[in-house]
């Protein structure tokens, strides 16, 4: 199944602190994404790369979230300032390319929680 | 916005048995995945379709792109089958996942 690497599996932080998780995509895959599923089982979209572009970002993770994709490196999603409501999973997932026509490979998570 | 809507919510099955999920989506979209979300957290691909239906052991999946919907059938449900199930239909660059369904299988 996926190959998708992500560290570290679990993350407790306090409230203001920076909590920094990694993921390493599939070789090969230039594209990768960011989610957050919270505690109902709801996903949301926050932000995705091609090689080290930004392709798409939310609101919220232009003013509180840094995001990078370096090149030869793991790609990598920071909170900056953790809030309670920041707790829940964080998914990265990798595709072929952008678009409709690419499946995404998900990595097993990090779980986030902010005390 | 895109609207994903998985039926049912939550499912309990014997072991041996089978039932079938259901996935609509109110506007056109061009392929759908289902996944399976292990007791860790873990997003395991079941399915990609584009269209048409895929078969893996004893999974198979449909997708209907024209009337917007994909189904997924599990047959012969075993303990390790337990989980939450998601559909995620593609479409405006861009995936949407549904609410999820929660199976559990008894033994």
């Known amino acids: 199944n996926s190959k998708v690497i992500q560290t570290p599996r679990y993350l407790v932080k306090g409230q203001g602190q920076k909590a920094k998780m990694r993921c390493i995509p599939e070789?090969?895959?230039?594209?990768v994404f960011w989610y957050q599923q919270n505690k109902n089982n709801e996903f949301k979209f926050l932000i995705n790369f091609q090689n080290q572009e930004v392709l798409q970002q939310i609101d919220m993770t232009e003013k509180r979230f840094s995001a990078e994709c370096p090149s030869n490196s793991p790609c990598s999603l920071e909170i900056q300032s953790s809030e309670a409501g920041d707790s829940a999973l964080y998914l990265c997932?990798?595709?072929?390319?952008?678009?409709?026509?690419?499946?995404?490979?998900f990595g097993p998570g990090t779980r986030l929680t902010v005390l | 916005g895109d609207q994903v809507e998985q039926s049912p919510s939550a499912l309990s099955l014997h072991e041996g048995t089978g039932s079938a999920l259901r996935c609509n989506f109110t506007t056109t979209m061009r392929a759908v995945q289902w996944f399976q979300q292990n007791s860790r957290g873990s997003l395991i691909n079941l399915f990609y379709?584009?269209?048409g239906t895929k078969e893996n052991g004893r999974l198979k999946s449909t997708f209907n792109s024209k009337e917007s919907y994909s189904t997924l059938h599990i047959r012969d449900a075993q303990l390790e089958d337990s989980g939450t199930y998601f559909c995620a239909p593609y479409g405006n660059e861009k995936i949407t996942f549904g609410a999820g369904t929660k199976l559990t299988i008894k033994p």
């Open positions: 997932a990798s595709s072929l390319s952008w678009g409709d026509s690419y499946e995404q490979y």
């Open positions: 070789k090969g895959h230039p594209v």
């Open positions: 379709l584009a269209s």
